[in-house]
């Protein structure tokens, strides 16, 4: 059975950096596409990046020139990286399997002035 566990979150002041990891079990990861997902405070969850089987990436236009996602298949890992922090980038990141549509539980970055 597929499972995505995201790690990495915590608390983080403006301007920092951080970098969250999400492991894959239970599916042939290379054949994925996967991706990051927030969902802000009272928002709706909304794309941070996307990064296909063949290592093409997709930015959200509120991460673009802050962010690089990457993918190690060997260990079946997501990264996500996260430069400049906002208050704004303050949600429940998730790890996502697109070609599966299965999710990870999440992991809370919080961003402080």
């Known amino acids: 059975q597929l499972a995505l566990v995201e790690s990495g979150g915590g608390l983080v002041q403006s301007g920092g950096s951080l970098r969250l990891s999400c492991v894959s079990t239970?599916?042939?990861?290379?054949?994925?596409?996967m991706g990051w997902y927030r969902r802000p405070p009272g928002k709706t969850r909304e794309l941070v990046a996307t990064i296909t089987d063949g290592h093409r990436t997709l930015y959200g236009d509120s991460v673009k020139g802050r962010a690089t996602i990457s993918r190690d298949n060997d260990r079946s890992t997501i990264t996500l990286q996260l430069d400049d922090l906002k208050v704004e980038d303050t949600a429940v990141y998730y790890c996502h399997d697109l070609k599966w549509d299965t999710w990870g539980r999440g992991t809370q970055v919080t961003v402080i002035a």
């Open positions: 239970g599916a042939i990861f290379s054949r994925s596409a």
